[in-house]
């Protein structure tokens, strides 16, 4: 479909005095948005007030239950989404029928820009981790906006650099690092998604916990361990009150450190892959802000 639509816009683009692919795909709809929540989001990426109101009438809420796949590896992106509420993982396969979570969108952010752009199949599965409500732009509306609309692009470009050196340095930690290592950048991944926002400042102020809704089984497996090794990584970690541990859930505590924390992780040139849990942390300590 995206490579029809691709020869489509050059046509567009070609034929004398035809405007531009996202006023003829747009241009017939009305002009006021009909949610003013889903307007101001549009506005937020980069868009007119009056390209916003055009766009909000293709935007669909989507309702997941927990467990539910938003997308299968391989499967064809057909819309670029907004988390209103929940979180998604984007898992990779690994080695003995396991799979790395590359990267986990919380709430406030937008994702599957890489594969609609690229015009490929999804190189990742997309989970709901919890209860999961989005915002859903049609891919083909999606190409639009990134071919017409200048502000909407320059968005779209500094989300992708971004996410792509992030992924690729976090997928290197969490597939080649030790079982500590991959919980406490598990962890960290956790820390970013649920009090930073991608797209606009954090709602949750640094240095407050922040709990993460998922039960520690399942965070076990996110991060490639079994359950045993996890729990005794997280209670070390909770000992030096880096985490909270209430009725089975955990609570990530001094948010920017965890967040230096994984910036520190990835910007290094040559990473230890193999910290006791000691030195891990020694690091949180020598990260945190006073």
């Known amino acids: 479909m995206h490579t029809k639509y691709g020869q489509d816009a050059k046509t567009a683009h070609a034929r004398q005095g035809q405007p531009g692919l996202s006023g003829a795909i747009l241009g017939a709809m009305p002009t006021t948005p009909s949610n003013n929540y889903i307007g101001r989001r549009m506005q937020s990426i980069g868009l007119s007030e009056a390209v916003a109101a055009r766009t909000a009438v293709h935007v669909k809420v989507q309702s997941l239950k927990q467990g539910a796949i938003v997308w299968a590896k391989g499967s064809e992106i057909k819309s670029w989404n907004f988390i209103m509420d929940g979180l998604v993982a984007a898992s990779i396969p690994t080695t003995n029928s396991e799979s790395t979570p590359i990267s986990i969108y919380g709430k406030g952010s937008w994702f599957g820009e890489q594969p609609i752009i690229n015009r490929k199949p999804s190189y990742a599965q997309y989970v709901c981790l919890v209860p999961t409500e989005m915002l859903t732009i049609p891919a083909e509306v999606f190409d639009a906006l990134f071919i017409d609309e200048p502000g909407f692009a320059r968005f779209v470009a500094k989300l992708m650099a971004w996410r792509v050196q992030k992924t690729s340095e976090t997928l290197m930690l969490m597939k080649l690092g030790n079982p500590c290592l991959r919980v406490v950048m598990g962890l960290c991944q956790f820390a970013e998604a649920l009090a ?72 290094r040139s040559v990473n230890n892959l193999n910290p006791g849990i000691s030195e891990l942390l020694a690091e949180l300590q020598s990260c945190k802000i006073q």
């Open 196 to 267: 930073y926002r991608s797209d606009r400042p954090p709602t949750i102020g640094f240095g407050e916990g922040v709990e993460i809704p998922i039960a520690q089984t399942m965070l076990a497996s996110l991060c490639g361990v079994s359950r045993t090794l996890f729990s005794e990584h997280v209670q070390q970690l909770a000992a030096a009150e880096w985490l909270k541990i209430s009725y089975g859930k955990l609570e990530i505590l001094e948010i920017a450190t965890w967040n230096v924390f994984a910036h520190r992780q990835r910007e």
